[in-house]
């Protein structure tokens, strides 16, 4: 069975600032890692992934994660927020199975 | 190029109704799945069809099911709908079922049970 945590409802920080989301992960096998976003009435836009290699994955919109194995941690990064990078962030997983499985998901608010 | 495609945007029904949802993959997907987003949840797994086969199923009731078309869009059927059927429907599509592959989530269909 494969599992994802969030552990923060909510995040909140100012613009400019650093910005960290929580993940954490559970999989019998080889992890595929991912993380979307969501705006308002909105689908999910895919952000970044981690399939095998280097640890540290970049994406879009400045965004980047670290992949820790001893950890089981796939927590996502951005160096300077934007207002407008306040959105709903879903972290997700696959191992061998078909089906992606999803944390309960992380608010992000970035203040002026 | 189009993104993955849903309708309709918005439906409400009524308790023992039933409904039909609508996906239209990204043009050369061949593999589509299904996903209920509750409100204040994250997405759950529902069914994936490749090539028109199911190649899997979350764990939801027999009330629902979904269907490939040999044009690879895809519909979600929801039999004597309950009120905690209200939810968020979204259709992702891939170039086929591997883990590694991305999915491409279309805007999803939000449905109301009264």
């Known amino acids: 069975a494969q599992s994802v945590a969030q552990p923060e409802d909510q995040v909140n920080v100012a613009e400019g600032n650093p910005l960290t989301v929580k993940c954490t992960y559970s999989v019998s096998g080889n992890p595929y890692l991912f993380w979307y976003v969501q705006y308002p009435n909105r689908g999910l836009q895919f952000l970044l992934k981690?399939?095998?290699?280097?640890?540290l994955v970049k994406g879009s919109y400045g965004f980047e994660a670290e992949f820790n194995k001893s950890q089981t941690s796939f927590h996502l990064k951005k160096p300077s927020a934007l207002v407008s990078d306040s959105a709903l962030y879903f972290c997700?997983?696959?191992?061998?199975?078909?089906?992606?499985?999803f944390g309960a998901g992380t608010t992000v608010t970035v203040r002026a | 190029d189009a993104g993955v495609t849903q309708s309709p945007t918005h439906l409400i029904k009524t308790r023992g109704q039933h409904v039909t949802l609508r996906c239209s993959p990204i043009s050369g997907h061949k593999s589509v799945s299904w996903y209920q987003q509750v409100l204040g949840q994250g997405p759950q797994f529902i069914f994936q069809y490749y090539e028109k086969e199911e190649r899997g199923r979350g764990n939801f009731p027999d009330r629902f099911s979904a269907r490939q078309f040999p044009n690879y869009s895809s519909e979600l059927n929801v039999n004597a709908l309950l009120l905690g059927d209200s939810a968020l429907y979204l259709c992702?599509?891939?170039?086929?079922?591997?883990?590694?592959?991305?999915?491409?989530f279309g805007p999803g269909t939000r449905l109301t049970v009264l």
């Open positions: 997700a997983v696959r191992d061998n199975d078909y089906k992606l499985s």
């Open positions: 981690y399939i095998t290699g280097d640890n």
């Open positions: 992702a599509s891939s170039l086929g079922p591997g883990p590694s592959l991305l999915q491409f």
